[in-house]
């Protein structure tokens, strides 16, 4: 029912920004919150950042602390990732997720999912 579609990845030199975009679309949900995960190759889907769809609530995986921010335009259902002092090893997919209810950082918790979007971080 509820469409994620991803935007804004690409390629940047190490210290530079990127900011993704991921517009939501069929429903969403008030009670909820939508979250940035990320997925190098061999590697686990990682939390990156979530917020609440209803409040300023939000949360940080420790990796990205301090360097990318999450926001939200609930009259444009799209959620931001601005990333700055990018880092070689931020090189991932990154996927946007939402949540029917609630916050979560882990990605079993999420119902929706974008298809992902490549960001790659060059030294």
């Known amino acids: 029912q509820v469409q994620l579609v991803e935007s804004g990845g690409g390629l940047v030199q190490a210290g530079g920004s990127l900011r993704l975009s991921c517009v939501a679309s069929g429903r969403t949900f008030n009670g909820g919150g939508m979250a940035w995960f990320r997925q190098a190759p061999a590697k686990e889907r990682e939390f990156v950042a979530v917020i609440s769809w209803s409040f300023d609530r939000t949360y940080y995986g420790d990796s990205v602390k301090g360097r990318f921010t999450i926001s939200r335009d609930n009259a444009k259902n799209t959620v931001y990732l601005q990333m700055n002092s990018l880092k070689p090893e931020d090189t991932a997919v990154y996927y946007c997720?939402?949540?029917?209810?609630?916050?979560?950082?882990?990605?079993?918790?999420?119902?929706?999912w974008g298809q992902g979007i490549q960001v790659t971080v060059s030294s």
């Open positions: 997720a939402a949540k029917v209810f609630g916050t979560a950082i882990s990605s079993n918790d999420y119902n929706y």
